[in-house]
């Protein structure tokens, strides 16, 4: 079982969206998946409440009972497990980063996101676990996308190839309860998640 965990020490910058959809992605990619919402807010979960297919799986949980929910999921013939933390946690952030084979690190190309980038790496470095950053909410014209690109491969954090553009599809889907790649499969959007997933399917086996 592979276990992703989306870490950002900033609000807003798009964690719950990647999870929800990455998720969605391992199911249509024939992998049981499941979403473990960590964030006290319980977007995540209320997504999965809102929601009328039975998978993914989304359970609500304290960090402390972090590994018994991984290991309930194993039991459970989940392939892939996405933890959502909450921004400003550290004691969360940090028990997802220990329990993952891969950390997450969404960010927009907005220097408020790009400024607290340094911060989330100090604190995914304690855990010693492998972390990608991917770009989110970019637009899908101009330079700023590759700029902050840059910008956080100058941190030393490694950058998704694949990036999520900032397109109305997202918000049209999660307000279905759904993922892009279901509410529009031939959208730009649902082409987008399809190639992250791909790419982080990738770094997980390197």
């Known amino acids: 079982m592979d276990v992703l965990a989306v870490i950002a020490q900033k609000g807003g910058t798009g964690k719950t969206t990647l999870a929800v959809n990455l998720a969605v992605a391992a199911e249509l990619d024939g992998r ?3 979403i473990i919402d960590l964030d006290p807010q319980a977007t995540a979960s209320s997504w999965g409440d809102r929601r009328e297919a039975a998978s993914p799986v989304v359970l609500s949980a304290q960090p402390a009972r972090l590994e018994s929910m991984l290991a309930g999921a ?3 013939g989940a392939g892939l497990v996405l933890i959502d933390t909450p921004p400003h946690a550290e004691r969360a952030a940090l028990a997802a980063a220990k329990a993952a084979n891969l950390v997450l690190v ?8 790009l400024e607290t980038v340094a911060t989330t790496i100090d604190l995914v470095g304690y855990a010693g676990t492998p972390a990608l950053s991917v770009l989110n909410a970019v637009p899908w014209r ?3 996308g590759n700029q902050a690109a840059a910008v956080i491969a100058g941190l030393g954090l490694p950058v998704c190839p694949a990036t999520l553009c900032q ?3 997202f918000e049209h889907a999660s307000a279905r ?3 892009v790649q279901e509410h529009e499969p031939r959208g730009k959007a649902a082409t987008e998640v399809e190639h992250v997933y791909t790419s982080v399917c990738e ?3 390197l």
């Open 32 to 34: 049981a998946a499941a």
């Open 74 to 76: 194993r039991r459970g």
């Open 106 to 113: 969404p960010c927009r190309p907005a220097i408020f996101d």
């Open 142 to 144: 101009g330079a700023r």
């Open 167 to 169: 397109r109305v599809a």
């Open 177 to 179: 309860a759904l993922g």
């Open 203 to 205: 770094a997980i086996t």
